[in-house]
């Protein structure tokens, strides 16, 4: 409580927002790369993944996690590799890759 000059206490006033504080929205477990569908392009996908994807889809042949990192402009380093493997790892559990050798990706389904 406040205390004026006078010696009387007076009620604080209540403070009023002009703009409620809306709670902030968490969402918990989106999906960020969504299972593939007939119809579904990689126009849908996180930046990165479209990446990953169009340097798979212009291969001739399967690739590794290796060879795409740096097509996809980062840096060769055993992180990258790695975090680059677990993208492709997630696109083949979504229908979007195959491996159809161990480490090695391609389209799950060449565009017509």
Known sequence: MLTELS??????EPVVRA??????????????????????????????YRDIMEVVADASSP?????IVPRIGLPAVTGKIERTRGKLKRLVQR????EDQR??????????
């Open 7 to 12: 010696g009387r206490e007076r009620e604080p």
């Open 19 to 48: 703009d409620p504080v809306a709670p902030k929205v968490r969402v918990v477990g989106a999906i960020m790369v969504p299972h593939w569908r007939e119809g579904l392009s990689s126009d849908v996908l996180p930046d990165l």
């Open 63 to 67: 690739m590794q996690a290796k060879q």
């Open 95 to 98: 229908g979007w890759l195959v």
């Open 103 to 112: 480490g090695r990706f391609a389209p799950a389904r060449r565009d017509r």
